[in-house]
């Protein structure tokens, strides 16, 4: 049943037809006479009113500063950052508790955006978050350490910044950092890992992040290395973070100690007992001053880095990879033992080249520099989309000019 005054699909308010319209605006675009393709060919050029989809590249991105921000477990890390990768200004906070709803870390945001707007004219927002976030990069899919489920952190944020903004996974974006201004420059393919309390990873080719059909591509620590082995607390068992990251350190430095081993005498001394007192960076330390415990603690934990970069060689054939994480601060200590073992697991050894394997330039603020670094390719976007809806108004403001010309006079 058709309402009175709704007129029926297709056709205008005062009743003309669409395709008729649209036929008129062809034959404007393409006098007769001047276009020899064929009828088919024809149409596509006149009636497109959206671009092709965009090549994104950061080499014609806008050159100007931008914000990136660092949401981790703990800390959240903002930064004006400048086309060249030069950090501005710096600002931290900590991470507001998990129990705290998703407006409170969005009001965390918008305050430091505001603040650092007050002295910096910043063009887009990159948002950098650890946890998963969707191919379209405006939902947090989950955050371990936040409330965020399924959250929309891009459509919130851009209703309350005046400027563009770009949510991305943070290794993704330390990745992105690295590959632009760190250790990874000059790589056409390249995988980075961070090792923090678990493992965290990136994947990049030609430019552009694989994000896998979700997402959440990267996810490398959860790849299975020990059938039955230690218990993960995503639910598996023998997760490679489960032998590769501070966790595993400080777990078996606590075994060790707890065990009351005669090789655990000199950190059992180190925190004077308290066992519960054993960190990551202490181990890294102590090995550094040549406590032979610690050396083979982060020797183990570089030689089952060595073995999942093996795994991640054989599936992915990158050039590089990039290390990154806090216990890639133990440098040597941890990236010789993996290299070693990387040559010792690859496949094809011998017969293949072998990428690199090397330790991340940025350190921390990775993240921060990389989320910032993106943001600059949506404030091209955003530029742009404004452009072409100008010039789209004026076209069909000259089309609808030509229009009455032609019919005042007939
Ligand atoms: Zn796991």
Redesign the pocket.
Known sequence: MNHPNVPPYGTRPDGEAESAVMSTYRDLAFPAGTGSAPIGSRRAPALRTVGPRERRSHLSAPRVPTVGIDIGGTKVMAGVVDADGNILEKLRTETPDKSKSPKVVEDTIVELVLDLSDRHDVHAVGIGAAGWVDADRNRVLFAPHLSWRNEPLRDRLAGRLAVPVLVDNDANSAAWAEWRFGAGRGEDHLVMITLGT?IGGAILEDGQVKRGKYGVAGEF??M?VVPGGHR???????????YSSGNALVREARELAAADSPVAYGIIEHVKGNIGDITGPMITELAREGDAMCIELLQDIGQWLGVGIANLAAALDPSCFVIGGGVSAADDLLIAPARDAFKRHLTGRGYRPEARITRAQLGPEAGMVGAADLARLVARRFRRANRRRVERYERYARFAEARRASQGSA
Do not use: L, S, V
């Open positions: 678990g620590g959860h299975q993960c607390p995503c639910g598996n068992r023998g997760c490679w973070e489960q």
